[in-house]
């Protein structure tokens, strides 16, 4: 698996729990990857999700914020 393209959709479900997406639509987004065999994009999601409920809205900012600055590092 390519652990760059997994912190990708990682960050970009990040992004979208932070703005508020709804969590039913990013699993429905892991049952359409799962059906083109993206598993990184599942993995990705799936490790936002999880990650996302356990921590605050704030957290989360932070956290896209610090991998940001350390990818332009």
Not at 23 to 32: G, K, Y
Not at 43 to 58: N, P, Q, V
Request: glycine share 4%.
């Amino acid at each position: 698996m390519n652990k760059d393209l997994i912190e990708e959709f990682y960050l970009l479900a990040l992004i979208d729990i932070s703005s508020g997406r709804d969590i039913d639509e990013l699993e429905q987004a892991i049952e359409v990857y799962e059906k083109e065999e993206e598993y990184e994009a599942c993995a990705g999601i799936l490790k936002a999700i999880h990650e996302s409920g356990f921590m605050t809205i704030k957290d989360i900012i932070n956290k896209i914020q610090d991998d940001e600055h350390t990818k332009n590092s």
